[in-house]
């Protein structure tokens, strides 16, 4: 009776565990149709210079390329191009935002993202007396900051676009900088 019982428990458990191994293989196709079909219609989307995320309006401005940045007593060398990007930020929300560069990330035609490098970042404020436009500001309703945001990309990297947040919590948009 004991040998039936455990054989019975063992039997009745193997199925359960063979039910959940096919459910979990099983439906899967359905989500991975809708996300990929999701992707493409979000890469042919129409790329602007400026744009609106969570009720914050972001500009690019002027985008520079340049070897070094910074002054005298601070200096910052390239490790392949640096990319000035200025960018204007304004709030129309009901609140106060952070806006930090850390929101704000290029990519490449070949999908690769640079974030902001700190050094240079760094180096550039101290150069231009010391002030960060974008290092976690606050900025009232109504108001507009403009500021320098420095990456660091490889000299190859061409058809940049902005990834850009309006505040940190706020929905990531596209903007076009070359």
Do not use: H, W
């Not at 455990?6 to 996300?35: H, M, N, P, R, T």
């Not at 601070?74 to 929300?93: S, Y």
Request: charged share 25%; net charge neutral; aromatic share 6%.
């Amino acid at each position: 009776m004991g040998k039936i019982f455990k054989f019975g428990c063992l039997g009745f458990i193997g199925l359960i565990v063979l039910g959940i191994i096919a459910a979990s293989l099983g439906g899967g196709d359905d989500k991975k149709e809708q996300s990929s079909t999701g992707t493409k219609q979000e890469t042919t989307a129409p790329v602007a210079k400026e744009g609106e995320s969570s009720k914050v309006k972001i500009a690019v401005g002027s985008v520079e390329s340049v070897d070094s940045v910074g002054g005298e007593y601070l200096k910052e060398k390239a490790q392949g191009v640096f990319k000035v990007v200025e960018v204007t930020v304004t709030n129309n929300q009901k609140d106060a935002i952070t806006v930090d560069a850390n929101s704000f990330k290029l990519v490449d035609n070949k999908d690769r993202e640079f974030t902001y490098s700190t050094q240079a970042q760094t180096a550039f404020d101290v150069g231009n007396g010391g002030q960060s436009d974008f290092f976690l500001k606050q900025l009232n309703p109504g108001l507009s900051q403009t500021g320098k945001i420095i990456f660091d990309v490889p000299a190859d990297a061409q058809g940049l676009v902005l990834k850009a947040r309006g505040g940190m919590t706020g929905k990531e948009i596209k903007l076009k900088v070359e």
